[in-house]
Each structure stands twice: as C-alpha cells, then as structure tokens.
C-alpha cells in the first residue's frame, strides 16, 4: 500500500483562493493581499510550496475537475443547505 497526495490544479495563492471565493458567492467584502512575510506565524512556511500530483494523476487515472469547479459546487451547496 501507498500514500498519496493529491490537489486539484492549477495552483494558486490565498489570496487567489478567497478572490474566488468572494467572486463565486458574490460577496460585499475588500480583499487585501499580504505577502507571506507579512502574516505572523508561529511554524516557519516556505516560500513556494506547490504540491505536485502528477504521480498521483499518473497513478490514478481518473478525470480530475480544477479546483474552481469544486469550488463553485460547494459554494451552490452551502448557499442552496444542501
């Protein structure tokens, strides 16, 4: 047996993430972005830590939606209680 790790592509930044979270759900909110160095934490982060998949995908052949379509399902989810 195995471990695998897998995320959904392309890769992309936080702040990305929330601009579409913000975009998808339509929200009335500022988004600032920060740089990493500017946002305190305790655990040291490294500067690029992108998680590559392609054994993974190579490994387990299945269709594989971008992150952007699981999210936007979510979010149709969570806006409809389902």
Same mark, same amino acid.
């Given at each position: 047996? &195995?471990?695998?790790?897998?995320?959904?592509? %392309?890769? /992309? &930044?936080? !702040?990305?993430?929330?601009?579409?979270? =913000?975009?998808? +759900? $339509? *929200? %009335? /909110? @500022?988004?600032? %972005? /920060?740089?990493?160095? @500017? !946002?305190?934490?305790?655990?040291?982060? %490294?500067?690029? &830590?992108?998680? *590559?998949? #392609? @054994?993974?995908? $190579?490994?387990?052949? *299945?269709? =594989?939606?971008?992150? @952007?379509?699981?999210? #936007? +399902? /979510? =979010?149709?989810?969570? #806006?409809? $209680?389902?």
């Amino acid at each position: 047996h &195995s471990t695998y790790h897998f995320a959904q592509g %392309p890769s /992309c &930044s936080w !702040y990305a993430f929330a601009q579409k979270i =913000i975009a998808i +759900a $339509n *929200l %009335p /909110c @500022e988004l600032r %972005p /920060c740089k990493s160095e @500017e !946002y305190p934490t305790l655990a040291e982060r %490294p500067k690029h &830590s992108v998680l *590559l998949t #392609q @054994e993974t995908e $190579n490994k387990i052949p *299945l269709p =594989i939606p971008s992150w @952007e379509m699981a999210l #936007q +399902a /979510c =979010i149709q989810k969570l #806006q409809t $209680n389902e």
